[in-house]
Nanobody, 128 residues
Framework: QVQLVESGGGLVQPGGSLRLSCAASGFSLGYYAIGWFRQAPGKGREGMACISSGGDSTNYVDSVEGRFTISRDNAKNTVYLRMNNLEPDDPAVYYC?????????????????????WGQGTQVTVSS
C-alpha cells in the first residue's frame, strides 16, 4: 500500500522558514516525480512544486518561486520542501504526492497530479 507521511509543519511568524519532509512507507520514492500541494481552509488543493525522479528538474508555481525549494534524497527515501519568507497566504495543510506534472497555461505554470492516496498532511500556520 502506498503511504506518504508528511511532517515538519508548525507555527512561524511572517518571514519565517520551515522545512517539510515527505517520507515513503513500503516503496521507493526514487521511481517517481514528487510534488508538494497545499489546501487552505475553504479552498481546493493546489500544486506548489514538482521534482523529477532523479532530482535534476524542479518546477514551481509563481506564488512560491524564489521562496520555496523542493529537493530530494533518494537514499533516505525522502522529499523536502524548504519554505522561506513565509507569507500570510501560505498557511494551509501541505501534502506530497507521486507523479506530479507541470503544465503551462497563458504563461503561468501549474502543478498537477492524478495521485489520490493522500496522507494526513502537515499544517503550516503563519502568524505574528
Amino acid at each position: 500500500q502506498v503511504q506518504l507521511v508528511e511532517s515538519g509543519g508548525g507555527l512561524v511568524q511572517p518571514g519565517g522558514s520551515l522545512r517539510l519532509s515527505c517520507a515513503a512507507s513500503g516503496f521507493s520514492l526514487g521511481y517517481y516525480a514528487i510534488g508538494w500541494f497545499r489546501q487552505a481552509p475553504g479552498k481546493g488543493r493546489e500544486g506548489m512544486a514538482c521534482i523529477s525522479s532523479g532530482g535534476d528538474s524542479t518546477n514551481y508555481v509563481d506564488s512560491v518561486e524564489g521562496r520555496f525549494t523542493i529537493s530530494r534524497d533518494n537514499a533516505k527515501n525522502t522529499v523536502y520542501l524548504r519554505m522561506n519568507n513565509l507569507e500570510p497566504d501560505d498557511p494551509a495543510v501541505y501534502y506530497c504526492a507521486l507523479d506530479c506534472i507541470t503544465k503551462y497555461y497563458s504563461g503561468r505554470r501549474y502543478v498537477y497530479t492524478s495521485f489520490d492516496s493522500w496522507g494526513q498532511g502537515t499544517q503550516v500556520t503563519v502568524s505574528s
